[in-house]
C-alpha cells in the first residue's frame, strides 16, 4: 500500500530556482529515502536520512526530517534543466523489515 | 557503484503468451531482490520480495500463479508474466540489495511490457 503522500504533484520552475516538494506518511519509520527517475528510467537513489536525523545535504539537495509530523521535505537549489524528472519519497517501515513504500511522487519541471 | 540491470528493456507480446524478464545484479550478490510495478504517472507498487533460494513473498492483491518469480542465484532473479494481457501491460522495474547495507535499494533501468 502506499503510505506516502507528496506535494505538489507537478511543479514548473525556472532554471535558477529553489524547488520544495514534500511528502508525509503514516506509520513509524526506520527512514525515509528520496529518488529521482527521469521518464521512462529506473530510479536514482538521492539521499537517505534516518530516523533520528532531522536534516540532511548532499550538493544542491537538501533534506528535512519531523518524525512528530510524519512529513519530509526535498530541496533542490539552483535546480537545472537536467533536474526535469519525477521525486519519489520511500519509507522504510519498522515493521516492514527491507521494503520501501513509496510516496506518489512529484514531477518537476525546470524551464531552460 | 552497485548497478542492476534488467532484460529485455523494453517488449511487445500477444495476449495469452508469457514473458520472462531479467533482473541481475552486476557487481554484487544480492541475496534479496524485489520487484515493482508502475503505471503512467503513478508510483510504484511493490509486487513481491524475492530472495534467493527461496520461494518469493507477495504483496496482497498480487497473484502467485500469474507473476512468478525465480531467484535461482545471488545475481539473477526473473519475473515471468504468465498468459498475458492488456491490462499487464505496464513499467517493471527491479531492485536489489547489496549486504552489508541493506537500507537502500538499487534500481534497475525497467521493463516496459505492452500487451497486444
Known amino acids: 500500500s502506499q503510505q506516502g503522500e507528496e506535494d505538489p504533484q507537478a511543479l514548473s520552475i525556472q532554471e535558477g530556482e529553489n524547488a520544495t516538494m514534500n511528502c508525509s506518511y503514516k506509520?513509524?519509520?526506520?527512514?525515509l529515502q528520496w529518488y529521482r527517475q527521469n521518464s521512462g528510467r529506473g530510479l536514482v537513489h538521492l539521499i537517505l536520512?534516518?530516523?533520528?536525523?532531522r536534516e540532511k545535504h548532499s550538493g544542491r539537495l537538501r533534506v528535512t526530517l519531523d518524525t512528530s509530523k510524519k512529513s519530509s521535505s526535498l530541496l533542490i537549489t539552483a535546480s537545472r534543466a537536467a533536474d526535469t524528472a519525477s521525486y519519489f519519497c520511500?519509507?522504510?517501515?519498522?515493521?516492514?523489515?527491507?521494503?520501501?513504500?513509496f510516496g506518489g511522487g512529484t514531477r518537476v519541471l525546470v524551464k531552460p | 557503484g552497485a548497478v542492476v540491470s534488467q532484460h529485455p528493456s523494453w517488449v511487445i507480446c500477444k495476449s495469452g503468451t508469457s514473458v520472462k524478464i531479467e533482473c541481475r545484479s552486476l557487481?554484487?550478490?544480492?541475496?534479496?531482490m524485489f520487484w515493482y510495478r508502475q503505471f503512467p504517472k503513478q508510483s510504484l507498487m511493490l509486487m513481491a520480495t524475492?530472495?534467493?533460494?527461496?520461494?518469493?513473498?507477495?504483496e496482497q492483491g498480487v497473484e502467485k500463479d500469474k507473476f512468478l518469480i525465480n531467484h535461482a542465484s545471488l545475481t539473477l532473479s526473473t519475473l515471468t508474466v504468465t498468459s498475458a494481457h492488456p491490462e499487464d501491460s505496464s513499467f517493471y522495474i527491479c531492485?536489489?540489495?547489496?549486504?552489508?547495507?541493506?537500507?537502500?535499494?538499487?534500481f534497475g533501468p525497467g521493463t516496459r511490457l505492452t500487451v497486444l
Open positions: 524475492s530472495n534467493e533460494g527461496s520461494k518469493a513473498t507477495y
Open positions: 520511500a519509507t522504510d517501515g519498522r515493521a516492514a523489515g527491507n521494503k520501501l513504500t
Open positions: 557487481d554484487f550478490q544480492a541475496t534479496t
Open positions: 531492485s536489489a540489495i547489496r549486504p552489508p547495507i541493506t537500507d537502500t535499494q538499487y
Open positions: 506509520t513509524s519509520i526506520n527512514n
Open positions: 536520512i534516518r530516523s533520528n536525523e
